[in-house]
């Protein structure tokens, strides 16, 4: 059983958090939750970041930063540094963030059971360690869990990815979502659903027992036969998230220990 603890964490520098700030933005570009033809940087102002991101209003900015870099800052030293937005920048952002107390976890290699430490077991034992502050089920986790099911969209995804984003940014593939095309299909529920209120119709009109007569009976079978075919088409049509390559939390780990050695000094 690989050794779980809570990761070291050291203080996290200005150079860091803009690099983190750049990071979520491009996820969210990846898909198409924020304008990728948005370049952020140190002299990106809080407006402009704000509109390329679709983000809230600096109050609820404030609450979001401040929660997320566990900092119980004032809301007075937030607007200071949010506002105005169109002459504060991200690079000042990140610096009062930084030196608020900001930290960020330190991937340290691991070695158990007599083998030599590892960088992506010490990745993959703080990628554990963070779910399970998330409320997941960390002890179902192993190497070889596919990460598919923690990437299906919704509250899900946005849990788990709030857990890993800043581990070491700008390491892993940028995420990605394919959404199938739904015309055809929901246009053919659709025109199920009119035949269904045609025959509902004729049969109130012509039955002398409209709830019980022959053609509402056809009505319902056909309602619900429209309803399990609807049910069918989004299951199969789902949008499906991908971060390139990585399958298994193996591979996850394996990148992210990766991409912790260079950003050492960051």
Do not use: N
Request: glycine share 8%; proline share 8%.
């Amino acid at each position: 059983m690989l050794r779980e603890r809570p990761p070291t964490q050291i203080p996290a520098t200005a150079e860091y958090v803009l690099a983190t700030i750049q990071d979520q933005h491009r996820h969210l570009a990846g898909i198409y939750e924020a304008d990728p033809h948005t370049d952020l940087t140190a002299e990106t102002t809080i407006a402009q970041w704000r509109e390329a991101d679709e983000l809230t209003d600096w109050r609820g900015l404030a609450r979001g930063l401040d929660a997320y870099w566990k900092l119980g800052r004032s809301r007075a030293e937030w607007k200071a540094v949010l506002k105005p937005a169109r002459k504060r920048t991200l690079g000042g952002l990140s610096a009062f963030i930084a030196a608020s107390g900001a930290t960020r976890p330190e991937i340290e290699p691991i070695g158990f059971l007599g083998v030599p430490p590892c960088p992506a077991a010490g990745a993959f034992a703080i990628v554990r360690s963070a779910l399970r502050e998330a409320g997941f089920d960390a002890d179902a986790i192993t190497p070889d869990s596919p990460l598919e099911p923690f990437l299906r969209g919704g509250v899900l995804l946005t849990r788990f990815w709030r857990s890993i984003d800043s581990l070491a940014p700008g390491t892993l593939p940028t995420l990605r979502v394919d959404h199938p095309p739904l015309e055809k299909p929901l246009a053919a529920c659709v025109i199920g659903f009119m035949v269904a209120a045609g025959v509902s119709f004729l049969g109130l009109l012509h039955s002398p027992f409209p709830f019980f007569g022959p053609l509402t009976a056809v009505l319902g079978t056909m309602t619900l036969l429209a309803i399990i075919a609807l049910t069918a088409v989004l299951e199969c049509h789902r949008s499906t998230y991908e971060l390139g390559d990585l399958r298994t939390f193996k591979d996850l780990a394996r990148a992210l220990a990766a991409g912790a050695r260079p950003s050492v000094g960051i």
